[in-house]
């Protein structure tokens, strides 16, 4: 480690903290104007335009300068490496590092043997939707519960190769213990920014238990990210937003590992929530490299669901066919994606476009309804990530998808990430009675298991379990 680095309040023009590529490894390229860079400064937009950066991959991340492996040579190293007890070969992402910008010295790393998250069939949800052949990548399953660690992995590996002592992020809860663990873990302080009263208490319990200096903030998740942006101009402060590409790089490995659990088999369609759009960017970058690199030999459509109350992305696409951002004023249950700025909006519409994907939006009462499906397969996962089952209700009603098709969902975070959203589901509490649309509030009825207070008496546990079989003898 290098010594620490005090912080101290400074203009702009005196930052100096930079991240710099490994000659030759990468290079940092404007999504904008296609400007290419050798390094980045902290808040990772052009210095030309101002658009985002994203990390390319000249021949890809081969130190010894030979050629390019080939598609078969991959597969067989990074099966191979299933076998090694090394932490980096360990981590589920990692395994992949041909694939990712390269670190000077793999020392850096900073895992806790993130990704190896599994692929669940379905059965019920297959019934519900008519698709037999129907899965779920439970990125829920990560260390800390969520996607987020996958990307963490790789850009706090970075920072603390590039002498940082602090990180920082703006969140909706699961980025904010992400970068608490990950700092932590890697003798780095961590910064979080959060919107007050409007994260779960699950998500700000685990950065606080990391450790992080955790600010609620008195505005909604796009004002935490807007006062970021300006603070890592200010202060030697490392980012670890989805703004910073190589948290993209990390997500990647989502589709490397699903495609390796599918035999490198493309499925027909990929279905992925929507917020600030990083995700999504993510694992469509990844999809076009393996096609490139002749690691899939087709590409599945990538389709992104947002919630109606935070639909940006859909009506950016409906308003101004993807040319220009429409933001909104967030409001969903799912808080995960209350978002109305989404950041990586411009990488999303491209790899929609470039994977003939779809976008689409769903009703709270929707989600709670595939959250609660989710859930009786035995899996759960968090409300954000049940709008891939809700969205893709809605493209098999569209002819989008059709039944006979292979489709994976992408499960993002865990269902103890928000106890509140299933308890005041499960209780009845989460919509007024008075909500409109109680024709599908009804739906939702037959879902519900909320807690039963009876006298401890066998006589009333057993009336219980009669009542119960009474009423559902199915499940
Ligand atoms: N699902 C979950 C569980 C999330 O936490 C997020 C984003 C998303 C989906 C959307 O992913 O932003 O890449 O489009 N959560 C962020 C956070 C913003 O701060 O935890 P995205």
């Not at 779920?136 to 850009?155: I, R, W």
């Not at 249950?333 to 950041?343: D, L, M, S, V």
Request: proline content about 7%; overall charge neutral; hydrophobic content about 40%.
């Amino acid at each position: 480690m290098p010594p620490p680095t005090p912080i101290e309040h400074k203009p702009a023009e005196q930052v100096s903290a930079e991240v710099k590529a490994v000659p030759a490894s990468f290079r940092f390229r404007c999504i904008g104007c296609g400007d290419l860079s050798d390094s980045a400064v902290q808040n990772f937009r052009c210095s030309l335009c101002g658009d985002l950066l994203e990390i390319t991959n000249p021949k890809w991340n081969n130190p010894q300068g030979s050629p390019a492996p080939t598609a078969a040579d991959l597969k067989a190293t990074w099966k191979q490496r299933r076998d090694s007890l090394s932490p980096v070969d360990l981590s589920g992402v990692w395994r992949f590092r041909e694939l990712l910008p390269a670190l000077e010295n793999l020392h850096h790393v900073i895992t806790l043997r993130e990704g190896n998250t599994p692929l669940y069939n379905l059965p019920q949800c297959s019934r519900i939707t008519g698709v037999p052949h129907l899965f779920a990548k439970h990125q829920g399953m990560n260390p800390t519960g969520s996607f987020k660690d996958t990307g963490m992995t790789v850009a706090a590996s970075f920072a603390r190769q590039a002498g940082f002592r602090w990180v920082a992020c703006a969140s909706t809860g699961n980025t904010s213990a992400s970068m608490a663990a990950y700092a932590a873990r890697g003798g780095l302080r961590s910064l979080v920014l959060v919107p007050e009263g409007k994260i779960s208490w699950s998500k700000l319990s685990q950065a606080l238990d990391y450790g992080a200096v955790t600010c609620q903030l008195r505005t909604d998740f796009d004002g935490c990210l807007r006062l970021l942006q300006e603070l890592v101009l200010r202060a030697p402060v490392y980012q670890l937003n989805s703004i910073n590409p190589f948290r993209l790089e990390g997500q990647k490995t989502l589709a490397f590992e699903l495609l390796e659990q599918l035999d490198w088999q493309a499925p027909d369609h990929i279905i992925v929530p929507g917020g600030n759009l990083g995700n999504s960017s993510a694992l469509g970058k990844a999809l076009l490299e393996m096609h490139d690199l002749g690691l899939i030999s087709r590409l599945p459509k990538l389709s992104i669901i947002q919630a109606e109350g935070a639909n940006a992305l859909v009506r950016t696409l409906r308003e101004t066919g993807g040319k220009r951002l429409v933001s909104v004023q967030a409001e969903t249950h799912a808080t995960a994606i209350r978002i109305g700025n989404p950041a990586s909006w411009k990488k999303a519409v491209r790899v929609l476009q470039a994977t003939g994907g779809a976008c689409e939006q769903v009703s709270e009462i929707e989600i709670a309804q595939a959250k609660a499906e989710i859930g009786a397969e035995g899996i759960g996962c968090e409300a954000a990530s049940a709008v891939t089952l809700a969205g893709l209700k809605k493209l098999l009603k569209q002819g989008f998808v059709k039944p006979e098709e292979s489709v994976v969902l992408v499960l993002t975070g865990n269902l103890l990430k928000d106890p509140g959203f299933t308890m005041d589901f499960h209780r009845g509490d989460l919509f007024p009675p008075s909500a409109p649309g109680d024709d599908a509030l009804s739906t939702l009825q037959s879902l519900r298991r909320p807690p039963i207070v009876l006298d401890a008496t066998l006589d009333a546990v057993i009336r219980t379990l009669e009542q119960a079989e009474k009423s559902s003898p199915q499940v």
